[in-house]
T-cell receptor
């Protein structure tokens, strides 16, 4: 069975400083991994996805994530936080071996950005 | 706006009442998914459709829940005899086909009193 664990429920950073949101995954097959962002009263938006191509994945709004198989990690980073980045972030896994391609979400990390 | 739309956005009902939610996927998207998100948690899979066929249902989907996608376009999710534990955000997502990116609607927030 596949799952993801988001290691921090809350992360607080100052505007202009780096962001690191941590995610570990468990999967029996080659995983596809995603990061989604959820702003208040808005739908979930895809930030980036990994599907067994390049291990360093670049997404929207300056975010990127690195797939590390040896560490079973897929951490999300951004060099410089902006106030508009404050939101809930979800690490998500699905597997090619499951024809449903249903998404399995972590419990989320709430990012707070201090002025 | 050509994204996924969901109606209503908010629903307040009394315990024991029936409610129905609607999801309109992105045009030409063959796959449609329903998820449920409770406070402080990530969304959980409920069910999905490939065109009009419902192919999988989660164990979370009790007998009081039913979903349809009659013409392979919009979908409805009905909850009968609502319980307070049904209070949650119900999310719909669609994808062009299997394995493609899932695009989410804004959700329907249900509160059962």
């Amino acid at each position: 069975a596949q799952s993801v664990t988001q290691l921090d429920s809350h992360v607080s950073v100052s505007e202009g400083t780096p962001v690191l949101l941590r995610c570990n995954y468990s999967s029996s097959y080659s995983p596809s991994l995603f990061w989604y962002v959820q702003h208040p009263n808005k739908g979930l938006q895809l930030l980036l996805k990994y599907t067994s191509a390049a291990t360093l994945v670049k997404g929207i709004n300056g975010f990127e994530a690195e797939f590390k198989k040896s560490e079973t990690s897929f951490h999300l980073t951004k060099p410089s936080a902006h106030m508009s980045d404050a939101a809930e972030y979800f690490c998500v896994v699905t597997t090619w071996g499951d024809s449903s391609y249903k998404l399995i979400f972590g419990s989320g990390t709430r990012l707070l950005v201090r002025p | 706006d050509t994204g996924v739309s969901q109606n209503p956005r908010h629903k307040i009902t009394k315990r024991g009442q029936n409610v129905t939610f609607r999801c309109d996927p992105i045009s030409e998207h063959n796959r449609l998914y329903w998820y449920r998100q409770t406070l402080g948690q990530g969304p959980e899979f409920l069910t999905y459709f490939q065109n009009e066929a419902q192919l999988e249902k989660s164990r979370l989907l009790s007998d009081r829940f039913s979903a349809e996608r009659p013409k392979g376009s919009f979908s409805t999710l009905e909850i009968q005899r609502t319980e307070q534990g049904d209070s949650a955000m119900y999310l719909c997502a669609s994808s062009l086909d299997a394995g493609e990116t899932q695009y989410f609607g804004p959700g329907t927030r249900l509160l059962v009193l």
